[in-house]
């Protein structure tokens, strides 16, 4: 097991907290004096060149579309989910596909060695000494290091306190798209540079794991697609992809709108309750639950009926989720310690909430497996959703023909979407609201297009209206660039490797067992990437944009003017300068689903109230949790619309 490391607060998918507690150990020793890996190292030899944003034509797309998987993104997940699925799984690190050079010319763990049917192996305790004794050496000897990347400079107190992530940004404006945090002889490589993410990502992802993130999430996710390792990933991602096919995502849509519409019912039962015009109500947690209720449905077809009540099965999935963040700001791994389990009261809990949350799944995937219909893949494709009992992506699960899968690794792959696919969207919906209600042009333009599409209709919206909802679609993806969830993606190097160049323009040779950051936050909020950064405009989506300053990055070109008309940016188009479900081959599996989900959401809300800030923009604050959260919630005022008056003033501003 490689030496524990300390991981500062962490999604499911990534990490995002504080640093509680964990660096003081390591930290200490350096204080002030930890600046530069190594005095050989000078600021000069890499300062961060901060190229300024310029338009300029975009320079020829480099083996875009060349991949089915983006080929499928570009085209907003349409094109066939087998291609997508084996994209997904083949990956290519000789470059061009050439042959690798004869086994003499190769180091032990030269990254041309590694493909998907060879993937290197996992670290040893050896691996990550090595290391370790490498830092030392550079630190505090007079061993010349492998790179020139600045160590960000400062205190720890800096880093916390507060968010890691805008930790890691205010150290992004000070030492640029590549720099290293060092904790004594722990170092770690935050990248925040679109070529050097679609490196990682795409291009060489079978280098690169999950690291110590798997080791966190094992006991709650077991061997579920984010924890799981190569070998287990690769069957479950194979078949768990097909099952968000387009006709199940088009049943999906109606269930969200049904869900959806209970909330709208409940916020009206509050206004017609309520002696003000305008009851205050907390949105980030009507969001949360909604979310929770959609996900029970459609992953396990259990209702949570969260958004009306609050159930122990709830409160422990809560607990569990809190759980998780709270392990991950641990140096050391104490929960595995079994006596511990027994007798600190957290870790008791923790159990007791397993055991109901492992009781309830097991439950309902011992239902499934006794109604099991073994049916081939083409024809679950073509199933009338409308008319099946349970639509769950648990009963296309046992349904396969050819699965044989164990009830251990169905929970596993369960609860890995359930916590995945939760807190992720609420996230989305609660700071796409927050940006909205400051801006009152935009949300009238906004309410304008709900309403022009959806008329008079009473009825959720369909699949076709989230395709003509599209600035409501913008709103969500602008919402996603300023606080993308999860705002850090964590990953080990599993061989020796060399990063391109990128922005600063000078390659980065990396020894295997290197941890890195990928800091999202700050790629999304780049100047060199993106004109006015910090400024929540959706319109921007509609420019392409590029800049030559940074070197082999294609720019973005509007999903609507490529190839194929995409429902929304993505990673493809935007070439990593924007990757809000990751890319390559760990992207996230429910990107659709959710892109879906909250247009759905979002717009069903539109249509029926007016939503305004019920204090200043400043007091909601961004805290640091599972994604990127509000500090104490975020109230609004709540009212209900009054539907004709509304729509005829919707139309006009729709028409300007
Ligand atoms: C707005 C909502 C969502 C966002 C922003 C989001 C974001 C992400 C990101 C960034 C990753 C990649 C993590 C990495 O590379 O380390 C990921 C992976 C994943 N997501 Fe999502 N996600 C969302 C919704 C969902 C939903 C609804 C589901 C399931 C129904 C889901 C299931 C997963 C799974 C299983 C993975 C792991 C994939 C793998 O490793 O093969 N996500 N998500």
């Not at 989910?81 to 086994?103: H, M, Q, W, Y």
């Not at 219909?373 to 083409?378: H, I, K, N, R």
């Not at 950051?517 to 909020?525: A, K, Q, T």
């Not at 429910?590 to 247009?599: H, I, K, R, Y």
């Amino acid at each position: 097991m490689a030496p524990p490391a300390f991981v500062p607060g962490a999604h499911p998918l990534s990490v995002a907290g504080s640093l509680r507690g964990c660096l003081s150990p390591v930290v200490s020793s350096r204080s002030r004096s930890s600046t530069f890996l190594g005095a050989t190292v000078a600021a000069g030899d890499h300062a961060p060149s901060r190229a300024a944003f310029r338009m300029v034509a975009p320079p020829p797309p480099r083996r875009r579309d060349s991949n089915p998987q983006d080929k499928a993104a570009a085209d907003g997940g349409r094109v066939g989910e087998r291609e997508r699925l084996e994209a997904t799984l083949k990956v290519d690190v000789v470059p061009g596909g050439d042959s690798p050079p004869p086994e003499e010319e190769m180091s032990e763990y030269d990254p041309r060695r590694f493909n998907d049917a060879n993937p290197p192996p996992p670290l040893s305790m050896k691996d990550a000494m090595d290391l370790w004794i490498e830092n030392i050496l550079v630190l505090y000897g007079d061993k010349k290091p492998r790179d020139t990347v600045p160590v960000a400079e400062g205190e720890v107190s800096d880093l916390v306190g507060g968010p890691f992530f805008l930790a890691l940004h205010r150290c992004f404006k000070e030492y640029g798209p590549i720099y290293k945090l060092a904790f004594g002889p722990k170092v770690f490589i935050v990248v925040n540079d679109p070529v050097v993410c679609r490196h990682i990502l795409r291009e060489r992802s079978i280098l690169y794991d999950k690291g110590v993130l798997s080791e966190i999430l094992e006991p709650i996710m077991g061997k579920g697609l984010i924890p799981a390792d190569y070998e287990t990933w690769k069957t479950r991602r194979r078949a768990i992809v097909p099952g968000f096919h387009s006709a199940w995502l088009e049943f999906m849509t109606g269930m969200f709108g049904y869900c959806t519409a209970g909330l709208a019912d409940k916020l009206d039962a509050l206004i017609d309750a309520s002696d003000a015009d305008a009851p205050v109500v907390e949105m980030e947690t009507e969001y949360s639950s909604l979310a929770l209720d959609i996900i029970g449905k459609a992953i396990f077809n259990y209702d949570f009926k969260s958004t009306q009540t609050e159930s122990p099965v709830i409160k422990a999935v809560y607990r569990t989720l809190r759980e998780a963040e709270y392990r991950s700001t641990f140096l050391l791994p104490y929960w595995k310690f079994e006596p511990l389990n027994w007798i600190v009261p957290r870790q008791r809990q923790f159990r007791r909430d397993m055991k109901l949350i492992n009781d309830t799944l097991r439950k309902l995937i011992n239902e499934a497996q006794h109604g099991k219909q073994s049916t081939e893949l083409d024809d679950l494709k073509r199933r009338d959703y409308e008319n099946v009992s349970d639509p769950s992506m648990l009963r296309f699960l046992v349904d396969l023909r050819g699965e044989s899968t164990t009830n251990k690794q169905l929970r596993d792959d369960l609860m890995t979407m359930l916590i995945a696919g939760h807190e992720t969207t609420a996230a989305v919906l609660t700071w796409a609201t927050y940006e909205l209600v400051q801006q009152p042009d935009l949300y009238a333009r906004v309410r304008a297009e709900v309403d022009a599409v959806m008329g008079d209709r009473q009825t959720p919206p369909t699949f076709d209206d989230v395709k003509a909802l599209d600035l409501t679609r913008r709103v969500l993806a602008e919402a996603l660039r300023l606080y993308p969830e999860p705002p850090l993606l964590i990953r080990r190097l599993l061989a020796d490797d060399t990063l391109p160049g990128g922005e600063v323009g000078k390659p980065t040779s990396l020894k295997r067992g290197t941890d890195v950051f990928i800091c999202v936050y700050s790629l999304h909020r780049s100047p060199s990437l993106w004109e006015e950064p910090d400024r929540f405009d959706p319109d921007r989506w509609l420019k392409p944009h590029s800049n030559a300053g940074v070197e082999g990055w294609a720019g973005y070109t509007p999903p609507s003017k490529g190839k194929g008309a995409g429902l929304y940016p993505n990673e493809v188009n935007a070439d990593f300068a924007f990757m809000p479900f990751g890319g390559g081959s760990r992207k996230c599996v429910g990107d659709q689903f959710a892109m879906l989900e909250s247009t759905v959401a979002f717009a069903t809300l539109m249509r029926r109230f007016d939503f305004s800030l019920a204090c200043a923009p400043e007091a909601v604050g961004i805290d640091t949790g599972a994604t990127i959260h509000t500090k104490g919630g975020m109230p609004i005022q709540v009212r209900k619309r009054g539907d004709r008056a509304d729509l005829s003033d919707a139309s006009a501003k729709l028409s300007k």
